[in-house]
């Protein structure tokens, strides 16, 4: 069955950085697209960033300039680097597989802190 696995979050101070990562199985990787996803506490799930098959990304306004999706089609894993990290990114990241709203899978999520 279709399976997607985050890690790489934690606790970090304003101005760092972190990698997350996205393993994903079940499914032929390389032919969907892929998105992060993430849920701040007490607020609705919001769209971060979305990568094609093709490599086209896309961003948020939020967070571009400090945020890079990729992926690596042949390790069946989707990545995003976050550098210069502010506390309104705090939340809990989830890969998702689909763009444009519509998600048919999505992780159980990857916390990331960003606090002093």
């Known amino acids: 069955q279709v399976q997607l696995v985050e890690s790489g979050g934690g606790l970090v101070q304003p101005g760092g950085s972190l990698r997350l990562s996205c393993v994903a199985s079940g499914f032929p990787f390389g032919v969907y697209y892929m998105s992060w996803l993430r849920q701040a506490p007490g607020k609705g799930l919001e769209w971060v960033s979305d990568?094609?098959?093709?490599?086209?990304?896309y961003y948020t306004l939020s967070v571009k300039g400090r945020f890079t999706i990729s992926r690596d089609n042949a390790k069946n894993t989707l990545y995003l680097q976050m550098n210069n990290l502010r506390p309104e990114d705090t939340a809990l990241y989830y890969c998702?597989?689909?763009?444009?709203?519509?998600?048919?899978?999505r992780g159980q999520g990857t916390q990331v802190t960003v606090s002093s």
């Open positions: 990568i094609k098959p093709d490599g086209s990304t």
């Open positions: 998702a597989r689909g763009s444009g709203g519509t998600y048919s899978s």
